[in-house]
C-alpha cells in the first residue's frame, strides 16, 4: 500500500508562489504516473497537473503556463511548483497516482490572499 503524505503548503499573496512536495512510500514508484490534486468544500477533487514515467507532463487549463510538475525518482518524490498564484488557486492540495488509487494523503493547504 503506498502512502503519501504532502508539505509545503501555506498562505501566500496573489502573484507569489509555492513548491509543493510529496513524499511516497511502497515500491515501483518510478513505473507509476504521477498528479496533483486540489479540492475546495464547493468542488470536486480536480486533477492539476500529471507526469509520466518519462518526465512527459500534462496540466489543467487554468495552471497551465504558472505550474510546474517535476519528480525525483530515486527520493520517490513529485513536486509542485505554483508561480503567479491567484485566489482561486486556494484549496487543499494531494497528490496520487493517475489515475489515483483510492488511498489519498492528508494534502497540504495553500491559501492565496492579500
Known amino acids: 500500500q503506498v502512502q503519501l503524505v504532502e508539505s509545503g503548503g501555506g498562505l501566500v499573496q496573489p502573484g507569489g508562489s509555492l513548491r509543493l512536495s510529496c513524499a511516497a512510500s511502497?515500491?515501483?514508484?518510478?513505473?507509476?504516473?504521477m498528479a496533483w490534486y486540489r479540492q475546495t468544500p464547493d468542488k470536486e477533487r480536480e486533477r492539476v497537473a500529471t507526469?509520466?514515467?518519462?518526465?512527459?507532463?500534462n496540466y489543467a487549463a487554468s495552471v497551465k503556463g504558472r505550474f510546474t510538475i517535476s519528480r525525483d525518482n530515486a527520493k520517490k518524490t513529485v513536486y509542485l511548483q505554483m508561480d503567479s498564484l491567484k485566489p482561486e488557486d486556494t484549496a487543499v492540495y494531494y497528490c496520487?497516482?493517475?489515475?489515483?488509487?483510492?488511498?489519498w494523503g492528508q494534502g497540504t493547504q495553500v491559501t492565496v490572499s492579500s
Open positions: 496520487n497516482r493517475d489515475p489515483p488509487t483510492g488511498h
Open positions: 511502497g515500491s515501483f514508484f518510478s513505473l507509476y504516473a
Open positions: 507526469i509520466i514515467r518519462d518526465g512527459t507532463t
